[in-house]
């Protein structure tokens, strides 16, 4: 007999909002709205006013709605007795908030929760260009409040994840032993497969397979970005879409009514973070936390990776789903995602994964098995794993902590001391390099070690055209090499021995 409390999804939605005049798009309480609506209509019983538990992840496309909580419930009818908006827009929130509905209803601290995010930045940017005298529009990404725009960092470039997780790209491969090519072989390999999936997901934003050739290839439209990246290798967030899902327990969907088919019991998770700050990083090659995660969520529901039938694995740049196949062992032929990715499923910002749920409920229902959900945000440092499948997960108990903190700080190597004011010779840990829209290389960042260990940065500017060849040429690997930092004013700059 199972036990009344487990918690199973019983609805999911997906909304994708494309009116031919973007600026006519709704916002994103509207969006959320439509998602749990078709959630509820999939589950097939009234939920939403009896919602006891509303989770909300942090969108930023329109500023004005601080708090999506009130807003959301009151559009729905519903009057829950706690609401919760994830602290920031990241990318693991949708798997936090479905661990914590997990835990209450495990508890019998609530009935029914529902989880809704959206983000609407193809409307507000349309907008914003509508507003404005030379009708450009803001790079959201960068504006955003949660980042800041001064910094030691941000002055090198480093301000959104596109200028900071190449870094981790550039040092994965050079630990690998790969040549560029082959890295980069890798990434088309595994975008062109996510391609395929979206391309069969009526709930993706592009619906186009492409090629692992074109996915890494420049040219007009896949100009480069930050090296390596081209633009068919970063999470595309100029999207209106909005995903929901319902979560109740055995007992509770029974007296309502809803099916077992469309029950997908949800499993213990595990989190582990990075330092907020990506400077203050044990590796570049690594993540501790990232491996916790994962081993751990694994461990807790007694899966083993070669049990999984299905995964997503987090793909807002190459080098996320590159480490964390790596640590399950996941094949370079097999979707590591159920959504399509958040290139051509769509990147709304921190709400990707409430897709990747939906999706993976959709496909555990025709294809009965186990998946893994993981979750990566900020600048590679939130991570959030949790195990679901079509069938009782007899190791998972409720509720019971995700919090692996301790145990990815006890993994993780020293980190080093910075040196911002350091001048003389230095070797490259790890860069990257900056193009503009002509797809020519505009300036370059150079993450060094100095002789005493200590990490610095170094400014390659545009002018150096020599330096900026090497750094992206095919047969280099700069990693490891020697160098000299030189005060200047206003950025220390890095040139090749």
Not at 37 to 45: S, V
Request: include cysteine.
């Amino acid at each position: 007999m199972l036990d009344e409390r487990l918690p199973v999804i019983v609805g999911v939605g997906q909304v994708n909002d494309r009116p031919a005049n973007p600026v006519e798009g709704r916002d994103p309480v509207e969006l959320m709205a439509a998602a749990l609506e078709q959630a509820e209509a999939d589950a097939g019983a009234s939920l939403l006013a009896d919602a006891d538990y509303l989770g909300v992840i942090k969108q930023i496309a329109f500023p004005d709605i601080a708090d999506a909580c009130a807003p959301l419930a009151a559009r729905l009818g519903a009057t829950p007795a706690e609401m919760f908006q994830s602290h920031g827009p990241n990318g693991d929130s949708p798997v936090m908030l479905l661990n914590e509905a997990a835990n209450r209803i495990g508890a019998g601290e609530a009935t029914i929760a529902i989880i809704a995010g959206a983000e609407a930045l193809r409307t507000a940017g349309a907008r914003a260009a509508a507003a404005a005298a030379d009708g450009q529009k803001p790079d959201a990404l960068r504006q955003a409040a949660h980042r800041k725009q001064l910094g030691y960092a941000q002055s090198h470039g480093l301000v959104a994840p596109v200028d900071v997780y190449p870094l981790y790209e550039n040092a994965l491969r050079h630990s690998l032993g790969q040549t560029l090519a082959q890295a980069q072989a890798e990434s088309g390999a595994i975008w062109s497969t996510f391609s395929q999936v979206a391309a069969a997901n009526e709930n993706a934003w592009i619906r186009k397979p492409v090629s692992a050739s074109d996915i890494v290839t420049p040219s007009n439209s896949n100009r480069p970005i930050a090296f390596p990246y081209t633009k068919f290798q970063v999470a595309n967030a100029a999207v209106n879409q909005g995903a929901a899902f319902i979560v109740t327990s055995v007992g509770e969907a029974r007296r309502r009514g809803i099916p077992e088919a469309k029950w997908i019991y949800v499993g213990n998770g595990a989190a582990a973070h990075e330092h907020d700050s990506w400077l203050e990083r044990d590796t570049y090659d690594h993540s501790a936390s990232m491996e916790v995660s994962i081993r751990r969520a694994l461990e807790l529901n007694a899966v083993a990776p070669g049990n999984l039938d299905t995964v997503e694995l987090y793909s807002c740049f190459p080098c996320i789903p590159k480490l964390a196949r790596r640590i399950i062992d996941w094949p370079l032929d097999k979707p590591a995602t159920v959504f399509g990715g958040l290139t051509f499923g769509g990147g709304p910002i921190g709400n990707y994964m409430s897709h990747a749920v939906a999706s993976m409920v959709d496909q555990l229902r025709a294809q009965p098995g186990t998946g893994l959900l993981f979750a990566n945000g900020g600048f590679a440092t939130h991570n959030h794993s949790i195990v679901v499948s079509s069938q009782p997960i007899a190791a998972a108990s409720f509720p019971r902590s995700y919090d692996f903190q301790a145990e990815a700080d006890r993994l993780r190597g020293p980190i080093p001391e910075q040196d911002r004011t350091y001048a003389g010779p230095a070797t490259i840990e790890t860069y990257t390099v900056f193009y503009g829209r002509d797809g020519q290389p505009r300036s370059g960042v150079v993450v060094a070690r100095t002789p005493a260990g200590k990490r610095t940065l170094g400014h390659v500017p545009g002018s150096e055209t020599a330096a900026l060849a090497r750094l992206t040429a095919e047969d280099s690997d700069p990693v490891g090499a020697a160098g000299v930092i030189s005060a200047a004013d206003p950025l220390y700059l890095w040139a090749f021995a």
